[in-house]
């Protein structure tokens, strides 16, 4: 029973052979419609009008997974016109449909995980067990996101009285039409718990998807209108973030964004939207940094693991990767020796075999900025794992691949400061661990950390002065990666976030999706 079993990215020792063959069936199945078309979504119509855009494969480069259509600015007007029409119902509809709706759109993603972990595996090169956790995690971030609406019985509450004849209740009441703007690296789930954030809220939604992943986002609109969603709630529109994605923030008719991605574009978006006619909320979850530190008394084999999980899944392609580790200096030797030993144990290759756990990086453009880190890391420290440029070798030369890069590196550099965004760890020797996070924090992220120590203290200490919004300690499963809706929020501090500090995955997050409102009626 393939669907029944819940795939996460922090397990497991189960028997997943049963997975394994239902996905190489998938692949056969998905591989015999590649290079389908898939049109913008404007008010239930496919649009197919825009210039049609290629995408391949980022294993091979040869391989044409789809071609979407690109939007219009024209496309935009009238997206946003249809959305805020649709709104207007959406918004009077008991909070209870809402859920069930979107409950009923989880349930489909479940239904067709397999295909659509498959799509995601060849469009941005995600490992199977990633891809089946990021379709896994989309449906569960409908239902948690659906359950909070219900626990917080669809944000009424009442308030106090000053006169026996008055009551009064607080409401929270949708925005309007918010743009949603989603990344490449958790293409189904990034998109799927922004957006039904805003549904959920009584809002309705103009998604852009990233251009690497259309047919990813197909599934989504697919999801939302099965399960019945009222056409004009969820529109997509592909395109460059620089033409579409600006055109939909700077909307007259946006009434707010929820954006991942960089920092660079996440600030830029801001300021956008507080310097119209009034301000508008962008809540936006942008890069990191992340840091994990590991103690004298760690179990040293936990720490490679963990740490080899968090900065090599996805590539190093995952906001919370981990990139710098300060490690105790009596334990620096042995606990190297672990990590290159775990390093090497990554197979490389086409992620859409089951024994490969490493794919491609997402662009030649990543590999390019990978080669950069190790280049500059040459010259000033010393690699102590990898660093080499894949392609030049056969087997990797029609793919954008980026070898597992493993550098000691002086404090002062680059590389504990900017993210990469592929799998790149600067490590450093500590003898203090209250100094080692004074340095962590003089980044200007703060998304997640981890720390391996059997001191109770320290780990107290550390989650009490490293500043991130995710923190993790002893975590074989991954160092800083692999946080769970309702189980872990993610909540991204200084750089990494957007102001409001609360998450996607914890329990503030819909509500930010809502503007507050006090009802006082006199009797
Ligand atoms: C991201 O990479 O933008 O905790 C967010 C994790 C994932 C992060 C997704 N859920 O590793």
């Given at each position: 029973?393939?669907?029944?079993?819940?795939i996460?990215?922090?397990?497991?020792?189960?028997?997943?052979?049963?997975?394994?063959?239902?996905?190489?069936?998938?692949?056969?199945?998905?591989?015999?419609?590649?290079?389908?078309?898939?049109?913008?979504?404007?008010?239930?119509?496919?649009?197919?009008?825009?210039?049609l855009?290629?995408?391949?494969?980022?294993?091979?480069?040869?391989?044409?997974?789809?071609?979407?259509?690109?939007?219009?600015?024209?496309?935009?007007?009238?997206?946003?016109?249809?959305?805020?029409?649709?709104?207007?119902?959406?918004?009077?509809?008991?909070?209870?449909?809402?859920?069930?709706?979107?409950?009923?759109?989880?349930?489909?993603?479940?239904?067709?995980?397999?295909?659509?972990?498959?799509?995601?595996?060849?469009?941005?090169?995600?490992?199977?067990?990633e891809?089946?956790?990021?379709?896994?995690e989309?449906?569960?971030?409908?239902?948690y996101?659906?359950?909070?609406?219900?626990?917080?019985?669809?944000?009424?509450?009442?308030?106090?009285?000053?006169?026996?004849?008055?009551?009064?209740?607080?409401?929270?009441?949708?925005?309007?039409?918010?743009?949603?703007?989603?990344?490449?690296?958790?293409?189904?789930?990034?998109?799927?718990?922004?957006?039904?954030?805003?549904?959920?809220?009584?809002?309705?939604?103009?998604?852009?998807?990233?251009?690497?992943?259309?047919?990813?986002?197909?599934?989504?609109?697919?999801?939302?209108?099965?399960?019945?969603?009222?056409?004009?709630?969820?529109q997509?529109?592909?395109?460059?973030?620089?033409?579409?994605?600006?055109?939909?923030?700077?909307?007259?008719?946006?009434?707010?964004?929820?954006?991942?991605?960089?920092?660079?574009?996440?600030?830029?978006?801001?300021?956008?939207?507080?310097?119209?006619?009034?301000?508008?909320?962008?809540?936006?979850?942008?890069?990191?940094?992340?840091?994990?530190?590991?103690?004298?008394?760690?179990?040293?084999?936990?720490?490679?693991?963990?740490?080899?999980?968090?900065?090599?899944?996805?590539?190093?392609?995952?906001?919370?990767?981990?990139?710098?580790?300060?490690?105790?200096?009596?334990?620096?030797?042995?606990?190297?020796?672990?990590?290159?030993?775990?390093?090497?144990?990554?197979?490389?290759?086409?992620?859409?075999?089951?024994?490969?756990?490493?794919?491609p990086?997402?662009?030649?453009?990543?590999?390019?900025r990978?080669?950069?880190?190790?280049?500059?890391?040459?010259?000033?420290?010393?690699?102590?794992?990898?660093?080499?440029?894949?392609?030049?070798q056969?087997?990797?030369?029609?793919?954008?691949?980026?070898?597992?890069?493993?550098?000691?590196?002086?404090?002062?550099?680059r590389?504990?400061?900017?993210?990469?965004?592929?799998?790149?760890i600067?490590?450093?020797?500590?003898?203090?661990?209250?100094?080692?996070?004074?340095?962590a924090?003089?980044?200007?992220?703060?998304?997640?950390?981890?720390?391996?120590?059997?001191?109770?203290k320290?780990?107290?200490?550390?989650?009490?002065?490293y500043?991130?919004?995710?923190?993790?300690?002893?975590?074989?499963?991954?160092a800083?990666?692999?946080?769970?809706?309702g189980?872990?929020?993610?909540?991204?501090?200084?750089?990494?976030?957007?102001?409001?500090?609360?998450?996607?995955?914890?329990?503030?997050?819909?509500?930010?999706?809502?503007?507050?409102?006090?009802?006082?009626i006199m009797?």
């Open positions: 029973m393939p669907n029944k079993f819940k996460t990215y922090s397990a497991l020792n189960a028997d997943l052979s049963l997975i394994h063959k239902a996905f190489d069936e998938e692949v056969i199945k998905v591989r015999a419609e590649l290079g389908r078309e898939f049109p913008s979504i404007v008010g239930g119509k496919e649009i197919k009008t825009g210039v855009n290629i995408k391949t494969n980022p294993a091979n480069t040869n391989e044409v997974i789809a071609k979407y259509h690109v939007a219009t600015e024209a496309n935009v007007n009238e997206a946003f016109k249809i959305a805020k029409n649709a709104q207007k119902a959406w918004g009077a509809v008991p909070y209870l449909e809402r859920v069930s709706i979107v409950n009923k759109a989880a349930d489909i993603i479940r239904d067709r995980k397999m295909r659509i972990a498959v799509l995601m595996t060849l469009e941005v090169g995600k490992n199977r067990m891809s089946l956790g990021d379709a896994e989309s449906a569960d971030l409908l239902s996101y659906g359950e909070q609406m219900v626990n917080n019985n669809g944000y009424s509450h009442p308030l106090g009285k000053l006169s026996p004849n008055e009551d009064t209740r607080d409401v929270l009441r949708p925005y309007g039409v918010f743009s949603v703007i989603a990344p490449f690296n958790f293409p189904m789930a990034l998109g799927a718990g922004m957006a039904s954030a805003a549904i959920l809220g009584g809002n309705a939604v103009v998604f852009k998807p990233s251009d690497d992943a259309p047919g990813t986002a197909h599934e989504l609109y697919l999801a939302f209108r099965d399960a019945g969603l009222p056409e004009g709630l969820f997509v529109l592909y395109g460059k973030g620089a033409a579409i994605g600006e055109a939909m923030t700077k909307h007259p008719m946006c009434d707010g964004v929820a954006f991942t991605g960089s920092k660079k574009i996440g600030m830029s978006i801001i300021q956008t939207m507080h310097s119209g006619r009034y301000a508008k909320p962008a809540l936006v979850e942008l890069g990191g940094k992340n840091a994990a530190f590991v103690c004298a008394t760690a179990d040293l084999d936990k720490a490679a693991q963990g740490c080899m999980k968090s900065a090599f899944g996805l590539s190093g392609q995952k906001c919370s990767a981990l990139s710098r580790l300060y490690v105790h200096e009596s334990v620096y030797a042995s606990f190297i020796e672990k990590l290159i030993a775990q390093a090497k144990s990554v197979k490389i290759g086409d992620p859409a075999k089951q024994e490969n756990y490493m794919g990086v997402i662009s030649g453009a990543t590999v390019e990978h080669l950069s880190a190790i280049e500059d890391a040459r010259k000033i420290g010393k690699i102590i794992h990898g660093g080499n440029d894949l392609r030049t056969a087997e990797f030369k029609n793919g954008h691949f980026a070898e597992p890069t493993i550098a000691e590196l002086p404090r002062e550099s590389h504990f400061q900017d993210e990469f965004f592929s799998p790149f600067a490590v450093t020797k500590f003898t203090d661990l209250s100094e080692a996070i004074d340095h924090n003089t980044a200007e992220y703060g998304l997640t950390g981890g720390i391996f120590t059997t001191e109770k320290e780990i107290e200490f550390f989650m009490d002065h500043e991130a919004g995710v923190l993790y300690a002893n975590r074989a499963s991954g800083t990666t692999g946080a769970w809706p189980v872990q929020s993610f909540c991204g501090w200084k750089g990494s976030g957007g102001g409001s500090g609360k998450g996607g995955c914890g329990p503030y997050y819909v509500s930010q999706f809502m503007r507050e409102q006090s009802r006082t009797g």
